[in-house]
Structure formats: C-alpha cells, structure tokens
C-alpha cells in the first residue's frame, strides 16, 4: 500500500517498544561497565610518580645559606613536609575518582590500538594505577611517541608505566641515550626494541641530570646570596669601626 510522504513528516513513525527497550538496555550495559574504583585504587593513584616527586622536590629550596645564624640551618629544607602522596588540589580535584579520565584514556588507546577493542586494560591500571588520574591527552601522546620512536609497541606493553611519563621527558630520555651510546637515534630505537628497559632507564637517567643541574643551580644561587649578605655585613661591621660613634 502507498502512503504519501507527507502523511510521514505529519506522522513520524514511533519506535516499537522492542527497539526501545533495547536502546535503554544498551545504555545501561554501557553505564555498568564504567566501574567506579575502589578506595584502594584511589589511594594508589594518589603515589607520586618518581618524576613528580623529583619535581615536587625541585620546587622547595635547598639551603638558606643567606641566614647567618648557624641554629637556624636547616640542610633537609627540601624534603620538610613532603609527602609521597599528591593532595586533592595537585591532580586537579577529585573528578577522575569517578574513573571517567581513566575511561576516555582507555578508549583513546583503543583507537591507536594500543589496547584491544573492548578491553577493560585492568593490566594497565595493574601497572600504573596513576592512569586513573593522568591526562589522557598526555597519554596517548606518550604512546604514540613509544611506538613511534621508542622501540614500538613491543616496548609499551613490556612496561606499560613509560605511559606515566610526559613526551618531553620520553624526548629527552631519547637524547640521553643517544648521548651515551654515541648512536645515531635510529640505532637507540633498536636497541630499546631489543631492551624495553632501556628507554625508561634512558627517561630516568636525563631526569636524574635535569635534578642534579637543578641543585646546583640552586646552590648556586644560594652561596651567591649568602657571599653578598656576608659583604654587606663586612661592609657594615667596617663603617662601625671607622665611625664608633656613629651608631649605624
């Protein structure tokens, strides 16, 4: 029978209530599997990372060597009231707890085919409980980066807690290798393909020089500070004797 097209658009077709049920069926299959993570994977998200750490380290002073009174110095001022556990206000809130970054991350890995389609990458989470909270933008460019230019994938799935670094840091421990092996970079990609250790002990060892150069610049500065306060009260001490009287 021929119905004219008009009676559609005054009457659109309304769905049978089959196809109904089973589009709310297929929403909730997809709620269930986003599972909310426990307390104890909350709490492991929360272990600094080593870099994070380092760098939470760099961010405090060394040594106020500018205070003269030898009480008052203090040479563990960089670890005084350090944590190796990130607050509510370092990792952006608490909107991650909810394992919604981790789900657009592991979809995201999916699509590069770092993960299999449909996996729940529960060996990834295993292995770097901090992906609950990380970036997913800076994760998948850090995987792109390992299986471009690190070893492959192979490389990634022999460690999968590479995934915890930020690009510039795989960049560098790139550059690391080259620098000590005095090996063209193509020649570092095979011999991390080969290794898969190599490049995170690679991405450790610039970080380790990058904290290294940190202290002592900071040293630097310090005894700077410290040379000029003494010159100043050497100046001062001087004027004093030339001029007792003076009461300066």
Known sequence: MWVP??????????????????FYRHRRLLSLRKVVPSDAAIHDARELLSWEAAELQMTSPLLNLSERDPDNLDFNERSTGKTNRLETSDVGGTEWEDSSTWEATRLALEEIQVLPTGSSGANLLSALPQLLRLPTDTVVRAAELVCSRGGGPGVLEADPRLLAYRPDQIERGLSFLTTMTASPEAVVTALCAQNPALLAAGIEGSLQEKAVASVLESAGTATSKASTAAVMDASTALKQLRNPCSGG
């Open 5 to 22: 097209r008009i009676l559609f658009l005054a009457f659109p077709l309304i769905p049978n209530k089959d196809s109904v049920s089973s």
